[in-house]
Nanobody
Framework: QVQLVESGGGLVQPGGSLRLSCAASGSDFSINVMGWYRQAPGKERRLVARITSRDITMYEDSVKGRFTISRNNAKNTVYLQMNSLKPEDTAVYYC????????WGQGTQVTVSS
């Protein structure tokens, strides 16, 4: 059984920054892809960014140049550094990992508002 624990969400003003973290724990698992999705009210969940085991990254167009995904394999942790935040970035952010299955975090709220 693999568990993901997220942290780092909150309320921030437009133009501000937040850093999300997601730590995976469990036994006998290896991680391939790690990433983040987000879901705004009334909208479908969408991929924000992902990173492979070889550190190949991919970003959704609206966050390119503002968000940076990274991972620490020794800690089984993925990060999402979010800069120049906009009100449209407001959503619940979910981390995931691709292992023998797809595992999801519980979600963390990010609110960008003045």
């Amino acid at each position: 059984q693999v568990q993901l624990v997220e942290s780092g969400g909150g309320l921030v003003q437009p133009g501000g920054s937040l850093r999300l973290s997601c730590a995976a724990s469990g036994s006998d698992f290896s991680i391939n892809v790690m990433g983040w999705y987000r879901q705004a009210p009334g909208k479908e969940r969408r991929l924000v960014a992902r990173i492979t085991s070889r550190d190949i990254t991919m970003y959704e167009d609206s966050v390119k140049g503002r968000f940076t995904i990274s991972r620490n394999n020794a800690k089984n942790t993925v990060y999402l550094q979010m800069n120049s935040l906009k009100p449209e970035d407001t959503a619940v952010y979910y981390c995931y990992i691709s292992s023998d299955h797809i595992y999801w975090g519980q979600g963390t709220q990010v609110t960008v508002s003045s």
